[in-house]
T-cell receptor
């Protein structure tokens, strides 16, 4: 069965510092991986996805994610955090023939000025 | 292009009452998904439509939940009768290509349901 795990409930970083939000996966077949963000009182917004090819995927709002097959990880990164990046981040993987998404439990990112 | 919209944004009802949630997907998207997040836990899949047909209902909790997508456009999710454990945020998502696992799902803002 497809699954993803986000080992950290919360990540705290100072504004201007690099940030990493971790995600590990367990899939059968080709891994397709997604990151979504939920800002306060908003819906889920798509950030980026890995399908194939370059292990470094660039997405919205300056975020990128690194696919690592040997470590079965897909960590979300940003070189310089902004206070406005404070939000809830979800890693997800499609499952079955219908593409339903299996989500990690979410990681709250808190960026302090 | 308009995104996925959901109505209402919030609903507070008493146990035993009925609530109907509505989702309007992005125009032209054949795939429509319902998910929910209960009590700060992970987001869980409920069901999937392709046009008006239900493709996967494996996530529906029980027969108190009924989803429809008449005409293959908007969808409704009815909870009847509502129980306390149904409280949570219900998300709808849509995507363009059926059966393509790499296709991005675009989410609506969610409906926050509170059952008292």
């Amino acid at each position: 069965a497809q699954s993803v795990a986000q080992p950290e409930d919360q990540v705290n970083v100072a504004e201007g510092n690099p940030l990493t939000v971790k995600c590990t996966y367990s899939v059968s077949g080709n891994p397709y991986l997604f990151w979504y963000v939920q800002y306060p009182n908003r819906g889920l917004q798509f950030l980026l996805k890995y399908i194939t090819g370059d292990n470094l995927v660039k997405g919205s709002y300056g975020f990128e994610a690194e696919f690592n097959k040997s470590q079965t990880s897909f960590h979300l990164k940003k070189p310089s955090a902004l206070v406005s990046d404070s939000a809830l981040y979800f890693c997800a993987v499609p499952s079955g023939n219908t593409g339903k998404l299996i989500f990690g439990q979410g990681t709250t990112l808190q960026v302090k000025p | 292009e308009a995104g996925v919209t959901q109505f209402p944004s919030h609903s507070v009802i008493e146990k035993g009452q009925t609530v109907t949630l509505r989702c309007d997907p992005i125009s032209g998207h054949d795939n429509l998904y319902w998910y929910r997040r209960v009590m700060g836990k992970e987001i869980k899949f409920l069901l999937h439509f392709v046009k008006e047909s239900k493709q996967d209902e494996s996530g529906m909790p029980n027969n108190r939940f009924l989803a429809e997508r008449t005409g293959g456009t908007y969808s409704t999710l009815k909870v009847q009768p509502a129980e306390l454990e149904d409280s949570g945020v219900y998300f709808c998502a849509s995507s363009f290509l059926p059966g393509l696992l790499t296709d991005t799902q675009y989410f609506g803002p969610g409906t926050r349901l509170t059952v008292l």
